[in-house]
């Protein structure tokens, strides 16, 4: 199943990718879910159960309306130095927690956005973000799986100056400027990949691939990450978790290379699907 934000209402994502279709879930289900994105996650056992027997053709639709899928999580989590070769490349030996900061929920935007770049230097990350559907604290590794709704396409865009000129970094604010959390283009429930821990993630900014890696690549896989996470806190169904970008950043290029206005960054998760995202001066 995919799910996704069509002009501020949740829908159901039939047919091809190459030629989606939505199914309008306030009107399929009779007001029972919907039409707010995040009443998916209300009941999310229910609304799967529901969403199973759902027979609609659904109606074509423009990329453009698409706004993040899950617009108002009640928390980010965002997780930094959990590839191998970016903590390399970032200087950063890997820590017996993963490294833990937020991304402000007024940061997100869609898999189509145009992000203004603010005074700096504005570097990518593509990742893939997590889900939760059924919170819990505590959540056992061998288990956690069951408590994801889906996976979805997301850029931890970054404006390295402040994140890192300061005596102490300033990750969550460094990387929460409007627009600096497009996600997208919709939930693809975890049944619906061959292996939803080992998929192919890249970005490229203007045709030029910049960051290419597997998502089996990381430090602390997904059902690590919930269990360590939820080992501290208690996760919220409707929480998205950004977990980490691979190598291939641009502050750790030589010469160092950020986002000019004009350009266009496109992410890929394989199985999700992709987000473009254009810079304005
Ligand atoms: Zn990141």
Known sequence: MRIANLAGRLV???????????????????????????????????????????????????????????PRPGQIFAIGINYR??????????????????KFASSLTGPEATVELPEGNVDWEVELVVVIGTGGHRIPRDTAWEHIAGLTVGQDLSERVAQLDGQRPQF??????????????????????????DLAIS?????????SSRTSRMIYDVPELIARLSAVVTLWPGDIIFSGTPSGIGNARTPKRFIRPG????????????LTTRFSG
């Open 263 to 274: 350009e266009v960054l496109t992410s890929t998760i394989e199985g999700v699907g992709e």
């Open 172 to 197: 969550s604010l460094a990387k929460s400027h409007p627009g600096f959390s497009p996600t997208g283009p919709w939930v693809v429930t975890p049944d619906e990949f061959a292996d939803p821990a």
């Open 85 to 102: 070769e970016h903590a390399d490349e970032a200087g950063y030996p890997p820590d017996s927690l993963p490294v833990t900061f937020t």
């Open 12 to 70: 159901l994502v039939t047919g091809h990718p190459a030629e989606p279709l939505a199914v309008d879930v306030a009107e399929a289900s009779g007001g029972r879910f919907g039409p707010d994105p995040m009443s998916a996650f209300a009941d999310w056992a229910g609304f799967r159960a529901w969403a199973a027997e759902v027979d609609a053709q659904g109606v074509g639709f423009t990329r453009t309306d698409l706004g993040p899928p899950v």
């Open 203 to 211: 970005c490229a900014l203007d045709g030029e691939t910049l960051q």
